[in-house]
């Protein structure tokens, strides 16, 4: 177990830990006291922070918020193996929903609300302190911060980018000049994707300036390359581009498959219905240890007036069914991801959410910790 300032990690605290896997560690929860203290400090860039510290402890004092910095935030990692933390889990327009009046959006609390961030994965090499995105959201600012506490690192070493809808992609705008102003971050993009970046401003103002770097990808390409030049030390870690069917007005679309030297990940977070690819998706499941997988809509009752046969993602019932006859180790593998505001998987209490955990899947939530 990580040392981390200068003190070994107590048992107790992984105790304190809900377990749903025996391949997962969870923080960010308020079940325990550590896991309240991790969410509260996890918002210090959200200036939610303000809020939720005033009412719990009166006025911030700075040795309040030193108390807050030593509810560590690493303690769960492992010191040395690769992995990959969920950053986010909503659907591009996060939750709560600008405009949304109803209960899924409107009774939220603050700090319910700062955990619904836009669709995102950090993956963390400890052994290279090396760390990546994967998606440049809206909640970038917040996600970099948060993915800092894992990878002792201000920023990320690259952006690997699935496709061109916003919020998979308009975090972006961070690294301009306005914001950082970023020196050459390597930003993986397809073919199309590239073009878009390259010849649409303001995006293409981040390519000319040179905050961005775009290299290019292809699908099914491995791409060891950025994980090669880190430090000096070869790296186990190789990301490969899927492409998948989706609405692809703007740019093609992949998925990833991330690998590390003992396990690895599937990352989809937008496709269509799973007939509608040539990959068999069951297949797949069985070469990965985890499937982080498009879940934007519960079921056909979640946007009255459409018609939900219309809407191009595999609802969740649609995955469990196609699913359910798969052997437990395999569905075990299965987090569900990119929520739409309205998908009571979001609400970690609903009935939909124990149906799906009693089922052996998994709902991805920011936090997880996925060892490679
Ligand atoms: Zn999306
Ligand atoms: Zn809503
Ligand atoms: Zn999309």
């Known amino acids: 177990m990580r040392r981390v300032r200068g003190k070994s990690v107590p048992d107790v605290l992984a105790k304190a830990r809900p377990k749903k896997s025996n391949a997962i560690t969870r923080d960010g929860h308020l079940e ?6 991790e969410e509260i400090f996890a918002k210090l860039s959200l200036g939610i922070y303000v809020l939720t510290f005033g009412v719990m402890f009166g006025c911030g004092t700075a040795d309040q918020e030193t108390t807050v910095q030593k509810a560590e935030l690493r303690m769960s990692v492992p010191a040395n193996a690769p992995h990959l933390v969920v950053l986010g889990n909503a659907q591009d327009a996060g939750s709560p929903q600008l405009g949304c009046t109803k209960a899924c959006c409107s009774g939220l609390d603050a700090l319910e609300a700062a955990k619904r961030q836009v669709v995102c994965l950090g993956l963390v090499d400890p052994a290279s302190g090396r760390s990546w995105l994967f998606e440049a959201t809206p909640d970038l600012t917040s996600q970099v911060e948060f993915l ?6 201000t920023l990320p070493n690259g952006i690997f980018l699935t496709h061109a809808h916003i919020g998979h992609y308009a975090g972006l705008m961070y690294l301009g000049k306005e914001v950082l102003g970023a020196n050459e971050m390597p930003v993986y993009a397809m073919p199309r994707m590239q073009e878009f970046l390259t010849n649409n401003g303001p995006w293409s103002q981040l390519v000319t ?19 090669r ?4 030390r070869l790296s186990n870690l190789k990301v490969t581009p ?3 069917p989706h609405r692809d007005e703007f740019s093609e ?3 990833y498959r991330i690998e590390g030297p003992n396990k690895s990940a599937l990352f989809i977070p937008d496709i269509d219905k799973w007939e509608r690819w040539e990959t068999d998706i069951s297949e797949l499941l069985s070469t990965v240890d985890y499937a982080l997988l498009d879940a934007t809509f519960y079921d056909g009752n979640e946007l009255p007036g459409r018609d939900m046969a219309q809407i191009p993602h595999p609802f ?6 196609l699913f359910q006859d798969l052997p437990d180790s395999i569905r075990s593998r299965v987090y569900f991801i990119h929520f739409n505001h309205t998908n ?7 009935d939909q959410t124990k149906a799906v955990l009693d089922a052996g899947y998994n709902i991805a939530r920011r936090g997880d910790i996925l060892e490679l």
């Open 344 to 350: 009571p998987l979001l609400n970690e209490a609903s």
């Open 229 to 232: 030049q880190a430090q000096g």
């Open 148 to 153: 800092s506490q894992y990878s002792n690192q």
């Open 209 to 227: 300036n040179k905050n961005i770097e775009i290299r290019p990808i292809l699908s099914e390409s491995i791409s060891k390359l950025p994980l």
């Open 242 to 244: 899927l492409q998948v």
């Open 253 to 255: 679309t992949v998925g």
């Open 32 to 37: 325990s006291s550590l896991g309240h203290m």
């Open 316 to 321: 969740v019932v649609e995955s469990m069914s």
